[in-house]
Nanobody
Framework: QVHVRESGGGLVQAGGSLRLSCVGSGRTYHMGWFRQASGKEREFLAGISASGGQTSYADSVKGRFTISRDNAKNSVSLQMDSAQPDDTAVYSC????????????????WGQGIQVTVSS
């Protein structure tokens, strides 16, 4: 059983930056970040392989968000830059044994999520 927990959410102004962290990732799981805005489906944002050597991004955040991991600290981070009001959502991290891409059904363990609000 893997327990992951997000932190670092909150309120940020448009154009600002925020860094989200997810602890409990372990060293053998690939990790992904997702978000779900009110009234919308959950969407994939970014993923990183267990070694940290490979990443994937959704087109909507490519160039603005950066995923990274520190296996020594058992954590994965999502750096959000140039935040936009449309980035307002509940952000979740998830762990998978088989993927770091957008296939949500292949992620086995999910955090509870954390609110990020971008004010205009």
């Amino acid at each position: 059983q893997v327990h992951v927990r997000e932190s670092g959410g909150g309120l940020v102004q448009a154009g600002g930056s925020l860094r989200l962290s997810c602890v409990g990732s372990g060293r053998t799981y690939h990790m992904g970040w997702f978000r779900q805005a009110s009234g919308k489906e959950r969407e994939f944002l970014a993923g990183i392989s267990a070694s940290g050597g490979q990443t994937s991004y959704a087109d909507s955040v490519k160039g603005r968000f950066t995923i990274s991991r520190d296996n020594a600290k058992n954590s994965v981070s999502l750096q959000m830059d140039s935040a936009q009001p449309d980035d307002t959502a509940v952000y979740s991290c998830a762990a998978s044994k088989v993927t770091w891409t957008s296939y949500q059904h292949l992620y086995d363990y999910w955090g509870q999520g954390i609110q990020v609000t971008v004010s205009s």
